[in-house]
């Protein structure tokens, strides 16, 4: 089993940033690749990004890329996702999740995760 717990939200203004963190514990983080997928209201749940196992490979959705950095710290047992430039349409609860390898087309459909936070909720006023 793998526990994740997200934090860090908030809420922020248009072009602002927030950095969120998610905390795991359980079996070999290090070994897992680490995703954040995000869902606004009334809309399905999004791929956002995603890292591999040394933090050496990196995801993006294309409407987050060049806006948002994951980042992993094995050492810490934590996943981070920094948000810049920050849009009213990224308003949406973050969730982190986690499993042992995907391809990067599966990576994007969140039904082929194993493990995820109960997420954090980021609101950006325009």
């Known amino acids: 089993q793998v526990q994740l717990v997200e934090s860090g939200g908030g809420l922020v203004q248009a072009g602002g940033s927030l950095r969120l963190s998610c905390a795991a514990s359980?079996?070999?983080?290090?070994?897992?690749?680490m995703g954040w997928f995000r869902q606004a209201p009334t809309k399905e749940r999004e791929f956002v990004a995603a890292?591999?196992?040394?933090?050496?490979?990196?995801y993006y959705a294309d409407s987050v890329k060049g806006r948002f950095t994951i980042s992993r710290d094995n050492a810490k047992n934590t996943v981070y996702l920094q948000m810049n430039s920050l849009e009213a349409e990224d308003t949406a609860v973050y969730s982190c999740?986690?499993?042992?390898?995907?391809?990067?087309?599966?990576?994007?459909?969140?039904?082929?995760?194993?493990?995820w936070g109960r997420g954090t909720q980021v609101t950006v006023s325009s």
């Open positions: 890292i591999n196992w040394s933090g050496s490979s990196t």
């Open positions: 359980g079996r070999t983080f290090s070994s897992y690749l």
């Open positions: 999740a986690s499993v042992q390898s995907l391809t990067y087309k599966s990576m994007t459909y969140g039904s082929n995760w194993d493990y």
